[in-house]
């Protein structure tokens, strides 16, 4: 638990909080719509959740959303899941995602970047009249609204191009990065049955050229439904045959025509983990997620024209999705192509230099990562222009949190967010005008009536409960793909508390308002009753230089017992003797409780991660209770099929 009262880390001063964005809506929101004037932050997010229908109709008014025919009302229907949100209203997300074009057309939209760290910008309107010649050519190729266009391509300006054109025309993008396998691919893909496949022939990432050919070869196999597919020559191969190019599609003069489309017709596709079964395939709209990322991006990130954002991703992670909207603030969006490690692993900071990034992205493990490795990026490289950098992925240590302070600079904004796939966005996390506490999240977000509960349906203030949000929020999914009574959606979210979502995270909101997340509550450590967040685990033993990597699992045993084991992945030339084992549990007992020892620690050859990077506890819980492989997880969905075997041995071994 955090102290009552410990000091903040950062706060804002009074210039900062006068300039942010978020000041001056709550102030014309105050005059406009009868937003509280006095009171802060705080009064300001009471406000957007106890009047919900005002909240987001000043949102569509201070963003000037553009409704190419009116609303009849904010809210339709409530109730969750199913919210109606602007019930009659059309409009077209790609349209406002390149209104900046009209005022700013020789300034960057893009930069691009690769291993070579240097910029490459896309102006905006180069990149309008890109999406106006896709588009024209999308619609030529008979892709109608609602038509599923898919993409197997990295972070390059061509993919935000494809998406933008999909968006356009009114059909539905989903992208993979091309790191994923083929069945990785097939699993999502042929739920969706796409009309166009957007594919690189290959990507580089460490230095070294990866061919895809093949793989793309077995897709356009294994797509029956594909009418065309597009061929982008990243590593310079001719285009297969069959296929259509890149620069073909893309070289007219062509003014974009933007379909107009209801408010809740489907923008593109996302996949959870899916590490059991086949990835959820979540459908989000159009004016939902327009709405929910001009409130996140233009408020919570306070980010606009005069903005560079970056954020170190993948076209297979929802933060792609959520890099792109960065243009409907009119912000210079960054988009790195390779490893987040090379040459060297400070070379995230010195793609924030040399692109002026004022908003860096990133994870915690990459944070703590440059720790481990006595990376300093202050002393190393000018980063004068970052006024925040944010972590998400997992909870950034406390650690974190103190190196980021020490070794960027004092005075920076330091945001650990915390969201999901499941609504693109963030459930809490950056506040401008808050100030940053060591190991916790500012605030719940504008509209997000985020609370902890207790397994009665309890709201709990400074004790452990369940992640819940008690109204809708715009980008929560209007379905799931191939789920025609909506069971699959319901039971992900709503089957524990009828009406609310639950989120599938132990969380402890503080007296103050902040929020800590502890991990994924279904995996969560339960001693006597005590229960810990595997999080907690992780930041504690990871200190330790000789822990690469480390799991831990809570295992009911069927005599009421409770078995823990931690497993552990050493850094090279590190041995897990007598010494290190002390180590490990005085550790633990010293900085978590002593309650949550474990029974063994175990070293392993690896940890299996989902390929969006989480470690897979759930899966390797249900290995070690028995369950077959094929059963416990979609191999597809891990990064290193082989490690789950040791696993599986260690479960036959023990029963």
């Not at 945001?415 to 940053?436: N, Q």
Request: charged letters at 20%.
């Amino acid at each position: 638990m955090t102290p009552a009262n410990p000091t903040p880390l950062w706060q804002p001063d009074a210039d900062r909080i006068a300039r942010a964005q978020i000041t001056r809506f709550q102030a014309w929101a105050a005059e406009r719509h009868g937003a509280p004037a006095e009171g802060g932050y705080p009064a300001l997010h009471r406000w957007s959740v106890d009047e919900l229908d005002t909240f987001w109709k000043a949102v569509t008014e201070w963003f000037d959303v553009r409704f190419s025919t009116p609303y009849t009302r904010v809210l339709g229907d409530r109730s969750m899941p199913g919210a109606e949100w602007f019930p009659g209203a059309t409009l077209n997300y790609a349209e406002h995602a390149l209104r900046a074009s009209a005022a700013r057309p020789d300034e960057p939209a893009l930069l691009a970047v690769d291993e070579t760290h240097e910029p490459r910008p896309v102006t905006w309107a180069e990149l309008r009249r890109q999406v106006g010649s896709l588009a024209a050519e999308l619609r030529a190729l008979g892709v109608r609204p609602g038509d599923r266009v898919s993409a197997y391509v990295p972070n390059i300006p061509q993919a935000v191009v494809a998406l933008l054109a999909t968006a356009a025309v009114g059909g539905v993008w989903t992208s993979c990065a091309p790191d994923f396998g083929a069945r990785s691919v097939l699993d999502r893909f042929q739920q969706v049955e796409p009309v166009v496949l957007f594919t690189v022939d290959g990507y580089r990432y460490g230095g070294k050229e990866h061919d895809r050919r093949e793989i793309v070869a077995e897709l356009r196999r294994e797509l029956p439904t594909l009418r065309a597919v597009v061929h982008i020559p990243l590593l310079g191969t001719d285009t297969p045959e069959g296929a259509l190019e890149w620069s073909d599609l893309t070289s007219a003069d062509t003014e974009p025509v933007f379909e107009q489309v209801p408010f809740d017709h489907p923008l593109w596709v996302l996949y959870s983990s899916g590490t059991t079964g086949l990835p959820k395939a979540i459908v989000q709209s159009q004016g939902g997620i327009l709405i929910e990322h001009l409130k996140q991006i233009g408020l919570h990130c306070d980010l606009g024209p005069e903005d560079r954002f970056f954020w170190y991703t993948s076209t297979g992670w929802m933060m792609w999705n959520f890099l792109v909207s960065g243009l409907l603030t009119g912000t210079t969006i960054v988009l790195y192509d390779g490893s987040p490690g090379h040459p060297d692993t400070g070379a995230q900071w010195r793609i924030a230099e040399r692109t002026g990034a004022t908003l860096f992205g990133t994870s915690a493990a990459y944070v703590m990562a440059c720790r481990k490795a006595g990376v300093h990026p202050g002393r190393d490289h000018d980063l004068s222009r970052v006024h925040c950098v944010a972590t998400t992925g997992s909870p950034l240590p406390p650690d974190g949190f103190s190196w980021l302070h020490d070794e960027v600079r004092d005075d920076l904004w330091i945001a650990s967010v915390s969201g999901g796939t499941d609504v693109c966005s963030c459930f809490a996390g950056a506040v401008p005008t808050l100030p940053v506490y060591i190991g916790e999240l500012q605030a719940p977000c504008l509209g997000t009536d985020l609370q902890s509960w207790d397994p009665g349906g309890r709201p709990v203030v400074g004790e452990v409960g369940e992640l819940v949000v008690t109204n809708p929020m715009p980008s929560m999914p209007i379905r799931f793909w191939n789920d025609p009574d909506g069971s699959r959606y319901h039971d992900s979210y709503f089957d524990m508390y009828p009406g609310v979502w639950r989120h599938g995270d132990w969380i402890t909101v503080t007296s103050r308002g902040s929020v800590v997340i502890h991990g994924r509550s279904d995996s969560t450590l339960n001693r006597q009753g005590v229960r810990m967040g595997s999080a907690d685990i992780y930041e504690a033993v990871e200190r330790l230089p000789e822990v690469k990597e480390s799991l831990v699992i809570g295992i009911e045993q069927p005599d009421g017992g409770y078995w823990m084991p931690l497993f552990v992945h050493l850094a090279p030339g590190a041995a897990l003797d007598e010494d290190l084992v002390h180590r490990i549990k005085q550790t633990i007992r010293e900085q978590l409780s002593p309650r949550h020892l474990p029974d063994e620690i175990i070293e392993v050859p690896g940890i299996p991660h989902t390929l969006t990077g989480k470690r897979i506890e759930v899966p390797v819980k249900r290995l070690l209770q028995g369950t077959p492989l094929e059963k416990a997880v979609n191999p597809g969905s891990i990064d290193d099929l082989d490690l789950l075997h040791f696993y599986e041995d260690l479960a036959r071994k023990r029963a």
